[in-house]
């Protein structure tokens, strides 16, 4: 079974930064593509940015030039890196790849 478990959420000001990490019990982060997705209360759930296994990445426009998705040395895990965060960002943050999704982590930017 595979298992996609989220950290590195919390609350932070206007401004601040946050990275989020996003890990797997296997390789499969490693060989596909890895989305990361965010939920607002009363939202729908939006993608915020991706990576293909060969390294592509691509963002919302909301998101373009502070946030950076990316893979680690580690094995098996995803990073987002959010910087300039503005209130708008806040939202439970999800690991997405295949059919799998994590449980989700918040974040919440103060203004």
């Known amino acids: 079974q595979v298992q996609l478990v989220e950290s590195g959420g919390g609350l932070v000001q206007a401004r601040g930064s946050l990275r989020l990490s996003c890990a797997a019990s296997t390789i499969i982060l490693n060989i596909n593509t890895v989305e990361w997705y965010r939920q607002a209360p009363g939202s729908q759930r939006e993608l915020v940015a991706s990576i293909t296994s060969g390294g592509r990445t691509n963002y919302a426009d909301s998101v373009k030039g502070r946030f950076t998705i990316s893979r680690g040395n580690a094995k098996n895990t995803v990073y987002l890196q959010m910087n300039s965060l503005k209130p708008e960002d806040t939202a439970l943050y999800y690991c997405?790849?295949?059919?799998?999704w994590g449980q989700g982590t918040q974040v919440t930017v103060s203004s």
């Open positions: 997405h790849t295949l059919v799998f």
